[in-house]
């Protein structure tokens, strides 16, 4: 499967109303648990802050919508 986004990307997730907006850290290796193979283009680790405090979570990138605009993630 292709790669959807580049580290830097702004993306928040699919079908919510009500979510974070967050950027894209980087692809991470993730082992398939049926079959045992690892994956390298499908998972990524994302961040956003919330309240001061910065959360860090891996997704699939088939759950994410890449956003135009951008900016506003670091303001408090």
């Not at 993306?11 to 967050?22: H, I, T």
């Not at 045992?36 to 994410?64: D, I, K, S």
């Amino acid at each position: 499967m292709p790669r959807k986004f580049k580290p830097g990307d702004w993306v928040k997730l699919k079908g919510k109303q009500v979510c974070p907006k967050m950027e894209v850290l980087k692809y991470i290796p993730k082992k398939d648990a049926i079959l045992g193979v690892v994956n390298n283009e499908t998972y990524l680790q994302c961040v956003w802050y919330q309240n001061g405090n910065r959360n860090v979570e891996t997704f699939n990138q088939n759950r994410l919508l890449k956003l135009t605009k951008t900016g506003g993630l670091y303001k408090v």
